[in-house]
T-cell receptor, first 109, second 112 residues
Framework: GQNIDQPTEMTATEGAIVQINCTYQ??????LFWYQQHAGEAPTFLSY????GLEEKGRFSSFLSRSKGYSYLLLKELQMKDSASYLC??????????FGAGTQVVVTP | DAGVTQSPTHLIKTRGQQVTLRCSPK?????VSWYQQALGQGPQFIFQ???????QRGNFPDRFSGHQFPNYSSELNVNALLLGDSALYLC???????????FGPGTRLTVT
C-alpha cells in the first residue's frame, strides 16, 4: 500500500536544532517535498529532493535516501516563527502530491 | 505577480447542498490540482487538471467534479454535501508536472 509516516509532534527550544523524519512507501516516486504550514494558512514550499543526498537552504536542510524510503528535514537555529506543521509529501511524474499527516513543531523560549 | 487565488475564503453550506469553489493559478502556470485537508491531517489529492482535462484523480467519489477553463483557472464542484466534506480545500498550480506546486490560501468549507 501507499504510506507516508512522520512524527505527530516535536518540541524544541529556541536556537536549537530539530530533525523531522519521514518514511514513505509510494508508487511512481519522482521526488519528495517538504512544506511548512502555519495554522489556518496554505502550505509553503521548503525543499525538494529527487536525488539521494543533502540539500541545504539557509537554516533548513533536507536529506533523501531513495533506497531506504527515508527523508528528513533539519531545522537549525530555531526561531519562534518556526512553530508550525511540517508536511512531508512524495510526488509522482505527473505532480500528484501524497502527504503525510504533518509534524507539529513547537518552539519554546 | 499574483500568486494562486481562491474564492470564496469561507463558506457554510447545509448537508445535501451543492458547492462550487474557484481557483486562479499563478501567472504562467498551466496545471491545477485540488486537495482536501481535514483538521489535523495532511492534504489529500482530489484531482489534477491539465489542458482542460482531468489528468489524475484521487480516491474521491463522483460527487467531486471539476473543470478547467482555457485561461487555466479551475472550479471544484461538490454535490450532495456530507458533514464529512467539511475541510480546507486547497488549490495548487504548477508550470509543469513534477515541478514545485504553489498553493492558494484555501477555502474553508463548513457543512452543517
Amino acid at each position: 500500500g501507499q504510506n507516508i509516516d512522520q512524527p505527530t509532534e516535536m518540541t524544541a527550544t529556541e536556537g536549537a536544532i530539530v530533525q523531522i523524519n519521514c518514511t514513505y512507501q509510494t508508487s511512481g516516486f519522482n521526488g519528495l517535498f517538504w512544506y511548512q504550514q502555519h495554522a489556518g494558512e496554505a502550505p509553503t514550499f521548503l525543499s525538494y529532493n529527487v536525488l539521494d543526498g543533502l540539500e541545504e537552504k539557509g537554516r533548513f536542510s533536507s536529506f533523501l535516501s531513495r533506497s531506504k524510503g527515508y527523508s528528513y528535514l533539519l531545522l537549525k537555529e530555531l526561531q519562534m516563527k518556526d512553530s508550525a506543521s511540517y508536511l512531508c509529501a512524495t510526488t509522482d511524474s505527473w505532480g500528484k502530491l501524497q502527504f503525510g499527516a504533518g509534524t507539529q513543531v513547537v518552539v519554546t523560549p | 505577480d499574483a500568486g494562486v487565488t481562491q474564492s470564496p475564503t469561507h463558506l457554510i453550506k447545509t448537508r445535501g447542498q451543492q458547492v462550487t469553489l474557484r481557483c486562479s493559478p499563478k501567472s504562467g502556470h498551466d496545471t491545477v490540482s485540488w486537495y482536501q485537508q481535514a483538521l489535523g491531517q495532511g492534504p489529500q489529492f482530489i484531482f489534477q487538471y491539465y489542458e482542460e482535462e482531468e489528468r489524475q484523480r484521487g480516491n474521491f467519489p463522483d460527487r467531486f467534479s471539476g473543470h478547467q477553463f482555457p485561461n487555466y483557472s479551475s472550479e471544484l464542484n461538490v454535490n450532495a454535501l456530507l458533514l464529512g466534506d467539511s475541510a480546507l480545500y486547497l488549490c495548487a498550480s504548477s508550470l509543469a508536472a513534477g515541478y514545485e506546486q504553489y498553493f492558494g490560501p484555501g477555502t474553508r468549507l463548513t457543512v452543517t
